[in-house]
């Protein structure tokens, strides 16, 4: 009878404790969860510094393929080479750059009006679409009235009350604007100090990491580390390939149409090549609206140019680049995106597919060692 008591009296003890530890759990995991919603814009921020890093990493071993020097000295002359192309673009087409974004805006706005204009004639209701104030608050104002003869014309002058409110209005807007830079460009900083920092001594925080982890896992958490490192190495290569060639044939096509403003329009194809099949699909719009301005057959030729570059990025450089990368169902990926995107904005569409390429890694170590496990039971 004792022995059944003490049993009874352990079960219990073992359950409260698996309540307890289940409870403190979850309370856990909610707080996390807590934690990375109401600081999903700093979170975002510093996982693409250390995807900077991994990309400075990856070009520094690829360059240590080629000679043997240091990696201080190597990761030095990525940087500086990335600074040079950077400086010389800048140089050699800073002025062409600012102009044609200038006409780019203005035609994309243009070409908005006339979509908008187009879907009223066609009894298209476009409330439903926000197309905000594109053309300006000269719809809205009323015209003058013309003074009629001999009448005197009264001098409104606004009192020190209505002074105070613009002179406080136009504060508030240029105090907005400069808070807005600032923090653009400080985030820019700080992206690329914690790229510096990650590509400079990644061992470092490799081992850091490392010991956090329990010792009974610090051996696979070594494994899945590594093949994550890995993994995003490759696929960064791979994109910035793929976002060079998207770039060149969308700058060179646009030249040949005729498309004013096709240098801007490249670049801004290359770097929404950054992010999966939603990218394009924005790139292929702006530039299709673009060259509305230039007419049916130039915009039709641009739509044939952007089916073409998205086949060659979609059959032709993925398959080929990235397959030793990343092997992610497209419906799988887009999905993931649109979640991310719908519920983080900017900062999870276009980190999305690393931040998938990582659960991968994990997913498929983890269900690898369950069928290991399984084969020796």
């Not at 600081?39 to 070009?59: K, R, Y």
């Not at 000269?138 to 009350?161: M, R, Y």
């Not at 409110?165 to 807005?180: F, M, R, Y």
């Not at 900062?347 to 997913?363: E, Q, R, T």
Request: charged share 10%; proline share 4%; hydrophobic share 60%.
């Amino acid at each position: 009878m004792i022995d059944s008591a003490d049993n009874r009296l352990r079960a219990r003890n073992d359950l409260a404790w698996a309540i307890a530890v289940g409870g403190i759990g979850i309370v856990l995991f909610a707080a996390l969860l807590t934690f990375a919603w109401h600081f999903n814009a700093t979170l975002f921020l510093l996982f693409a510094g250390m995807l900077l890093g991994v990309a400075l990493n990856a070009m520094t071993s690829l360059l240590g393929r080629l000679t043997k020097l240091p990696h201080a000295l190597r990761l030095a002359i990525v940087c500086l080479a990335l600074a040079g192309m950077l400086s010389g673009i800048l140089f050699l087409g800073g002025t062409t750059i600012a102009q044609q974004a200038t006409v780019l805006s203005d035609t994309i706005k243009s070409q908005l009006v006339n979509v908008k204009a187009f879907l009223e004639r066609n009894g298209v209701d476009p409330s439903y679409l926000d197309f905000g104030n594109l053309s300006g608050q000269q719809d809205s104002a009323t015209p003058e009235q013309p003074a009629t003869p001999g009448a005197t014309v009264p001098h409104n002058l606004p009192g020190a009350g209505a002074l105070a409110s613009s002179g406080g209005a136009i504060l508030g807007q240029t105090l907005k604007v400069v808070l807005g830079t600032v923090s653009a460009v400080g985030n820019f900083f700080i992206v690329l100090f914690l790229g510096l920092a990650f590509a400079a001594q990644p061992s470092l925080y490799r081992a850091g990491l490392l010991f956090m982890m329990p010792a009974k896992h610090r051996a696979q958490a070594t494994v899945i580390v590594d093949r994550i490192g890995e993994t995003l190495e490759r696929w960064l290569i791979a994109q910035m390939i793929t976002m060079a060639a998207v770039f060149f044939v969308t700058w060179i096509g646009l030249a040949i149409i005729g498309i004013p403003s096709s240098f801007i329009l490249g670049i801004q194809a290359g770097l929404l090549a950054f992010i999966p099949t939603v990218g394009a699909l924005l790139g292929g719009l702006i530039v299709v609206l673009a060259s509305l301005a230039s007419g049916w057959i130039a915009a039709l030729s641009a739509f044939i140019l952007f089916l073409g570059v998205h086949a060659l990025e979609s059959y032709i450089l993925t398959p080929i680049i990235q397959r030793q990368a990343l092997d992610i169902p497209p419906a799988t990926l887009f999905a993931f995106q649109i979640l991310l995107g719908v519920v983080f904005g900017v900062w999870g569409l276009a980190l999305a597919l690393p931040l998938m390429a990582i659960a991968k890694v994990m997913i498929d170590h983890f269900k690898a060692e369950d069928g290991a496990a399984a084969q020796v039971a």
